[in-house]
């Protein structure tokens, strides 16, 4: 039977509440065989992670530890060269059975922004994507992606056929939590208690990061 199996990338730096909360709600509502939590080397897109590719993944494996359906694949991290989202899926496919669903799950604004991403015309030829919408967004995506989206989305998730090649939205209501408002608060002293998990909080108070260099 082809597995269903949910793709999140990002620098996770560090991880938090937010994306396990979004990858866990989208795992469970549409009943993933299992959904892995991808963290990036060199994100082409965004700036340089703050700490080293070994402690933010350090940090995804304890976030996730007690939640069966949340998984770590490293396999962008052992690259040590950009971390093309095509490339990941070229990799995952020649792993998998060739029905296997593979969803890759893009936040509003990363899913406006795929026209700048490497060879990203190609990507619904590996994957589904799924796109996590939320009510306050108000990036207007541009009109190769509206005319994208009109070709190729299906009402829902569980609407998706085949192993790849389709869009769906997911409405989400995030909780208001950031990476970059993490660090900022601990590079100024303050907690970061309840915005990632405590297994989380604690490696990063034994290791020191995000502190603020004095």
Not at 20 to 47: F, M, T
Not at 130 to 147: F, G, N, S
Request: charged fraction near 20%.
């Amino acid at each position: 039977m082809a597995k269903r199996i949910g793709l999140l990338g990002g620098t996770f730096d560090p991880v938090h509440i937010g994306h396990l909360r979004s990858a866990l709600e989208v795992a469970e509502a549409y009943k993933l065989d299992e959904l892995r939590l991808i963290p990036s080397a060199q994100p082409p897109h965004r700036e340089t992670p703050m700490v080293s590719a070994e402690q933010r993944l350090a940090m995804v494996q304890l976030a996730v530890a007690k939640v069966p359906v949340l998984t770590v694949d490293d396999r962008e991290l052992k690259r040590n060269k950009p971390s093309w989202t095509i490339d990941t899926l070229l990799s995952l496919r020649a792993e998998l059975a060739t029905d296997d669903q593979l969803l890759l799950l893009l936040g509003w604004d990363a899913f406006c922004g795929l026209p700048s991403w490497h060879q990203w015309q190609s990507l619904l030829t590996h994957c589904h994507i799924v796109v996590l919408q939320r009510p306050d967004a108000d990036t207007e995506a541009p009109q190769v992606l509206k005319d994208l989206v009109a070709a190729k989305s299906v009402a829902n998730v569980n609407a998706l056929q085949g192993a790849s090649g389709q869009i769906a939205f997911v409405w989400q209501t995030p909780l208001a939590i950031s990476a970059t408002q993490i660090r900022q608060r601990l590079a100024a002293g303050q907690s970061a208690q309840f915005l990632v998990p405590d297994a989380v909080l604690d490696y990063i108070d034994t290791h020191r990061l995000y502190r603020a260099v004095t």
